[in-house]
């Protein structure tokens, strides 16, 4: 069992920065890939951003690309995505997620229904 907890959401203007963050506790964190995926209402949830257990690879959704950064540190149980040049459509809970892949496989990676962990959410607002 893992547990995760999202912090650093709130409301910011569009061109603004957040920092999100996830603790994990529970089963050895380093053994899990960690994604970020958010839902906005009425709309399905997306992948924003993953990294795989040993920080090997990072792949991000096109609409964040350039803008969004996800890290990890494995001694700290932490994961984090930094997002820069914040927009409008940005503007979703973000959930933070583990899955139990050792792997590199893209696809599998930004599917959110392999994930096995989730966390509560945190809220994103970009004001216009």
């Known amino acids: 069992q893992v547990q995760l907890v999202e912090s650093g959401g709130g409301l910011v203007q569009a061109g603004g920065s957040l920092r999100l963050s996830c603790a994990a506790s529970?089963?050895?964190?380093?053994?899990?890939?960690m994604g970020w995926f958010r839902q906005a209402p009425g709309k399905e949830r997306e992948f924003v951003a993953v990294i795989t257990y040993n920080s090997g690879s990072t792949y991000y959704a096109d609409s964040v690309k350039g803008r969004f950064t996800i890290s990890r540190d494995n001694a700290k149980n932490m994961v984090y995505l930094q997002m820069n040049g914040l927009k409008p459509e940005d503007t979703a809970v973000y959930y933070c997620?583990?899955?139990?892949?050792?792997?590199?496989?893209?696809?599998?990676?930004?599917?959110?229904?392999?994930?096995?962990?989730w966390g509560q959410g945190t809220q994103v607002t970009v004001s216009s």
């Open positions: 529970g089963r050895t964190f380093s053994n899990y890939a």
């Open positions: 997620a583990a899955d139990v892949y050792r792997g590199s496989y893209s696809m599998r990676l930004r599917n959110w229904q392999e994930y096995n962990y």
